[in-house]
């Protein structure tokens, strides 16, 4: 749900009537003041920043060929890079909301019904991409002989890019169902009642079932990892070669390394969602009438605001747990570093050279100058030599 200015554009197409008076009250307190004008604005600078730096190291060609070298350990990458640019377009949304504080922006044909259809793409992407790849690490966890032959960077790439169509087929209604009301962004007034079925069935897509799966795959990771302790100390003693037990032990070591950072990421999201997912659902499930008190919607209204966070932190995650990401990253900064001295490099060695130049031009009008007076003028256009064995013969008389 995106909260703009004095109404709302919502997950919830049933609350935009409610939540007009609602937040119009919200910006008299001094703490809603603080969220819509200066929470928004850091949430969008700090979340953008980081993925820009997301979409810049997964989307490096090394990176990739690394990838496919190293196997299907790293086939998760495509679901956290298209879930970067997800993230920045959403925060882009919230740039708008934040900027029709002082102007209005999204309150217009066409901006209206396309900003709120982004968010609804956006919230479902970042739902199944977190089911995705949670299911991608629960399947190299189960089964870590057999991932090799099924996941890889080009068949995670082609379920991103399905889950990308599908949520965008799924909400080809909503541009239908949204127009300009008495001069705000408003669901229509006769097709309410199709808002208030496919708000319940939202829902259920977005928050209900992600969570659940999330949930269940999580419990089943942590267990299995569990069960990878012990079957690694009977490895270890078992009649292998020094060289398989090397590699065996990389192995294992990278992909826990890898299922611990997923499971930072998929918990992260469940524990920042979870309190306006709960909320917002037990709304829509049992009526609004409970929901009428100041307290509950402002409740909601400052559990959204957490929720927004969900879209701005698996940059920094991924500083903290992935040591292959702070090693790209790194590499990124240093080639930027090198860039940055080659071109004032260049720079300064082009001014060198029109300095140089500037006095060659200025040596050789004052050449001309001193032949264009001087006796043996003709003698010495054939050379400099011959010139000045002119003037040595002339000095000699």
């Known amino acids: 749900m995106v909260y703009i200015e004095n109404i709302t554009l919502s997950n919830s197409n049933t609350t935009l009537n409610e939540t007009i008076s609602s937040s119009s009250s919200f910006d008299v307190n001094p703490l809603n003041f603080f969220f819509n004008h ?10 953008s920043i980081g993925n820009i730096f997301v979409i810049i190291v997964f989307g ?47 309150h217009r044909p066409i901006i209206c019904q396309l900003t709120l259809y982004l968010t609804y793409v956006c919230n479902f992407i970042s739902a199944y991409y977190t089911v995705s790849f949670t299911a991608q690490r629960l399947f190299a966890v189960v089964k870590p002989f057999s991932v090799s032959h099924v996941l890889s960077w080009y068949r995670s790439r082609c379920l991103a890019l399905l889950i990308v169509l599908i949520a965008c087929l799924i909400y080809s209604y909503l541009p239908f169902l949204i127009g300009i009301v008495n001069g705000r962004c408003y669901s229509l007034e006769h097709l309410r009642w199709i808002n208030e079925f496919m708000d319940i069935v939202d829902c259920i897509i977005v928050f209900l079932i992600p969570y659940i799966m999330i949930i269940v795959m999580n419990t089943i990771i942590l267990i299995s990892l569990r069960r990878m302790k012990k079957t690694e100390r009977e490895f270890l003693f078992q009649n292998h070669s020094q060289l398989n037990k090397i590699r065996e032990i990389t192995r294992r070591n990278a992909s826990r390394k890898m299922t611990k950072l997923l499971l930072t990421v998929s918990t992260s999201y469940l524990v920042i969602c979870a309190p306006y997912a709960c909320i917002h659902t037990w709304r829509l499930l049992y009526g609004e009438k409970k929901f009428q008190t100041n307290f509950i919607k402002q409740l909601e209204y400052y559990f959204h605001l ?44 082009y001014e060198h050279e029109d300095s140089i130049n500037q006095n060659n031009s200025s040596n050789f009008e004052h050449l001309q100058l001193m032949r264009r007076y001087s006796p043996c003028t003709t003698l010495t256009t054939t050379g400099f030599t011959f010139g000045y064995k002119c003037k040595q013969s002339k000095s000699y008389y």
């Not at 604005?41 to 700090?46: E, F, P």
């Not at 292959?324 to 260049?346: S, T």
Request: hydrophobic content about 50%; proline content about 1%.
């Open 60 to 106: 490096q060609r090394a990176l990739r060929t690394t990838i496919a070298s190293v196997g299907s350990n790293m086939s998760v990458y495509p679901f956290l890079l298209y879930m970067a640019i997800s993230d920045t377009i959403y925060l882009f949304i919230l740039f708008c909301l934040w900027l029709s504080n002082y102007r209005n922006i999204l």
């Open 306 to 349: 957490i929720y927004q966070i969900s879209f701005t932190i698996n940059f920094y995650i991924y500083v903290v747990f992935d040591s292959k990401f702070r090693r790209e990253l790194k590499r990124f900064f240093m080639k930027c570093k090198r860039n940055i001295f080659h071109c004032f490099r260049h720079r300064n060695f």
């Open 38 to 47: 200066i929470y928004l604005l850091l949430l969008v600078i700090i979340g």
